[in-house]
């Protein structure tokens, strides 16, 4: 499907010399859609195992893929994705419906240009990528990577005390999922017999849907006191900032 039909249609133009652009660029090209392929898988499974939610899901899917469509056509990486920069703002009328998602965004490109970093070295000798490239490539990467972390920071600096109930989710998620893979590892081999461990497996995979069903509940925000702490509103007078 899409990135591994782009990422082939482009190798084959660079085999070809149909490109227009320097062999420099071709080769960074596909190591970007390389990349790009390997971050849609990442979120595939981040997403299957209840880490983030649809929205957050297809949010980040969806930038991956302007991305992709940027380089395959061989234009600039646009910055109006979610790999734009580390400022935002929580409005009155945004707070409860953006307050997550950007939180789980950020944490999932932040995790996502994470991984890639860790394994860029063997996603270039996969496409004989030289070093010089794989340098400007990994350059990009932990720029996002710095500024995911920011947003992140930034969420969590907000509102610590919800931040800290949604990594309290995620440590059970992940124990339950752990739990569940032993079962399953013990059922397998026969240590357990397989009705009660249908029986736990089930049981810990409902676990796992409520955990990421759900949300806990969104602190009430004062827009004003919010409002105070952003860089572009030091200093004001309470008055003007409760008109604003």
């Known amino acids: 499907g899409g990135l591994e039909d782009d990422l082939r249609a482009l190798r084959d133009e660079i085999e070809g010399a149909a490109r227009s652009s320097t062999e420099a660029d071709q080769e960074r090209s596909l190591l970007l859609m390389r990349c790009f392929q390997v971050e849609h898988e990442f979120f595939d499974d981040v997403f299957a195992k209840a880490h983030l939610s649809e929205r957050a899901y297809r949010d980040l899917r969806y930038s991956v893929t302007v991305q992709a469509q940027a380089v395959r056509f061989n234009e600039p990486l646009p910055k109006a994705t979610l790999h734009m920069g580390a400022h935002f703002e929580f409005l009155e009328s945004q707070r409860r419906s953006r307050i997550l998602n950007d939180y789980e965004t950020a944490w999932g490109r932040f995790q996502a240009s994470t991984y890639i970093l860790g394994i860029l070295d063997d996603l270039a000798d996969q496409v004989l990528t030289p070093q ?79 955990l990421r069903g759900g949300t806990p509940p969104i602190p009430d925000v004062d827009p004003v006191e919010t409002l105070a702490k952003s860089v572009f509103f030091i200093g004001l007078p309470v008055d003007e900032l409760e008109q604003i």
């Open 132 to 210: 010089e490239i794989r340098a400007s490539v990994r350059e990009v990467y932990e720029g996002w990577q710095s500024r995911a972390q920011k947003r992140v920071d930034g969420v969590a600096d907000h509102f610590p005390d919800y931040i800290n109930r949604l990594q309290e989710r995620m440590a059970d998620r992940l124990a339950a999922q752990a739990e569940s893979e032993v079962v399953e590892n013990r059922a397998r081999d026969g240590s357990i017999p397989s009705q009660p461990a249908d029986a736990q497996s089930q049981a810990l995979v409902k676990t796992i849907r409520t």
